[in-house]
């Protein structure tokens, strides 16, 4: 793919008579006309000495980035001089990560992200409504950039349950055993929720949420419909958590291609691992055989073993232990980690329908066939946190560190290439074509947003589990998002919240 940046040309010749001397820096194949009759402005930060990699262009050698205005404007093989100097020597430097699923939606779980790498975090499963108020949440101090997709399920709720949706805004529980869960859309019902859908995109909604899983029962053939031709006369992807069966079966995900291949609409498979299971291979081999017809097909996978739900979710509503082939002690109640019985498992839906699980379903093995394969990409699949008083699962604190530090150094299966690929470029190309402002992110370039990540890669570790899942990883060395110093060996710098809402209209 051509780099969005190559062939630009900056120049700030001077108006005068006399232009003087003309400085040319020669950076990453591009010529740069930097000042004219005058010494070049001191770049705001330098890091110097770094192996650069940059995926895109296969850029992997030891370079110095000049950054100046929350961009990188050089790339140059001599260390540079600026107000803020780092010392890379012996370290990766890479695209800030960016994080295509997550429910962290407040700063508790933004400071996680950032702290493992992740500069740009989204919520496009689940997505949200309305797109204007997203990002409130998180105050002045947006520690990360964020966005997020036009949630279908709130909307639904909107139209179908309202006094549901105002008792998730009002007290953050959300009961998913409810009307809009369950029950089907009549045809006046289903033109509003099309009406909201398309209201909220034009206000810049990265896409359409799906949680078609959760509401198995409650979407019919018409509603799905729409929701992919709305999605296409927009020009965005559907994010879709499909309708799951028992392990390995694909008709869940062979129902959203074959909708997405009809109406012409891109489509992204969120937590292909997790809706596999054993089948990790042929889901995989459908999506590439749709790839290869022209479907927009996208997906992504996460390092971790276990899914996470509400208690009242349709997941467990349907035959749950013959799907996953697990049995109640192998669920744990999140926020405690107590391992449930049947007994407590049935007592906590009744009483905590809002709680969250998690059920310990998911192989290795399928993680690393999902992963091995070209164009899958990591995202965490994070879990709503909104304070560090009860546990979730410890996607949210080291997805992007296990990635580096197990698959990359540990089990050899990827170079460190191609999985920061798999972390920043390849979820910056899923966004660019609709919304712009990804164009310039999940590269290491001149021109490109200087969102960058710092790391050891002989340490790298996420030392985040499911007994502690907030603990920071290991070997980042710092985070800069718009080129700012965000946080250094494991801690915030405070004061800093350089992160910018995304919408399809941000550029």
């Known amino acids: 793919m051509r780099s969005p940046f190559s062939g630009k040309l900056v120049s700030c010749l001077s108006a005068s008579k006399d232009r003087g001397l003309l400085h040319v820096v020669?950076?990453?194949?591009?010529?740069?006309?930097?000042?004219?009759?005058?010494?070049?402005?001191?770049?705001?930060a330098a890091?110097?000495?770094?192996?650069?990699?940059?995926?895109?262009?296969?850029?992997?050698?030891?370079?110095?980035?000049?950054?100046?205005?929350?961009?990188?404007?050089?790339i140059s093989e001599t260390p540079l001089e600026a107000q803020n100097v780092v010392d890379a020597r012996g370290l990766a430097v890479s695209p800030g990560f960016i994080n295509l699923h997550s429910h962290s939606v407040a700063e508790v779980g933004y400071r996680l992200e950032l702290i493992d790498g992740v500069t740009t975090v989204l919520e496009l499963e689940a997505g949200a409504f309305p797109i204007a108020r997203f990002g409130q949440q998180l105050g002045e101090s947006r520690l990360t950039h964020f966005g997020a997709s036009v949630g279908h399920a709130w909307i639904r709720m909107q139209v179908v349950d309202p006094d549901a949706l105002t008792e998730l805004a009002t007290t953050g529980k959300l009961d998913m055993s409810g009307a809009a869960f369950t029950q089907t859309a009549t045809p006046a019902q289903r033109e509003q929720i099309e009406s909201l859908l398309e209201t909220e995109l034009a206000a810049g909604g990265l896409g359409i949420g799906f949680l078609l899983d959760y509401m198995t029962r409650a979407v019919d053939d018409a509603e799905r419909d729409m929701v992919f031709a709305v999605a296409a006369r927009r020009g965005v992807p559907v994010f879709v958590h499909v309708r799951r069966g028992i392990d390995g079966d694909p008709a869940g995900l062979l129902e959203v291609i074959e909708t997405a291949e009809r109406y012409g609409s891109a489509v992204h498979i969120c937590h292909l691992n997790?809706?596999?299971m054993s089948g990790v291979n042929d889901w995989l081999d459908e999506i590439d055989a749709a790839r290869a017809?022209?479907?927009?097909?996208?997906?992504?996978?996460?390092?971790?073993?276990a899914g996470s739900a509400a208690i009242s979710s349709d997941v467990f509503s349907r035959n749950w232990r013959e799907i996953f082939a697990i049995d109640y002690t192998d669920v744990q109640w999140a926020e405690t980690g107590e391992w449930l019985t049947q007994e407590s498992f049935q007592t906590y839906r009744q009483t905590r329908p809002d709680g969250q699980t998690m059920h310990h379903y998911i192989r290795e093995e399928w993680n690393r066939r999902a992963l091995q394969r070209p164009h899958v990409m990591v995202a965490s699949d994070a879990m709503p946190l909104l304070s560090y008083d009860r546990k979730v699962v410890p996607n949210g604190a080291g997805t992007s560190t296990r990635i580096l530090g197990q698959y990359v150094r540990d089990e050899g299966l990827l170079t460190l290439s191609d999985a920061i690929a798999r972390?920043?470029?390849?979820?910056?190309?899923?966004?660019?074509?609709?919304?712009?402002?990804f164009a310039g992110k999940g590269r290491i370039q001149v021109g490109a947003d200087a969102d960058i990540v710092i790391f050891d890669p002989a340490t790298v570790a996420a030392r985040a589990s499911y007994r502690a899942p907030f603990n920071s990883p290991a070997g980042i060395h710092s985070v800069w998002v718009a080129g700012v110093l965000s946080a250094q060996g494991g801690e915030l710098v405070d004061g800093v919240g350089s992160g910018q809402k995304l919408t399809t209209t941000t550029h």
């Open 423 to 437: 972390l920043s470029l390849y979820p910056a190309q899923r966004m660019e074509a609709f919304a712009p402002a």
């Open 47 to 74: 890091i110097n000495g770094g192996r650069v990699i940059d995926p895109e262009s296969h850029l992997d050698a030891v370079r110095s980035l000049g950054i100046r205005a929350g961009r990188i404007v050089e």
């Open 293 to 305: 017809r022209g479907v927009d097909v996208t997906t992504e996978m996460f390092p971790w073993t």
């Open 274 to 276: 997790a809706s596999a």
């Open 26 to 44: 020669i950076a990453s194949g591009m010529l740069l006309l930097v000042a004219c009759g005058q010494e070049p402005v001191p770049y705001d």
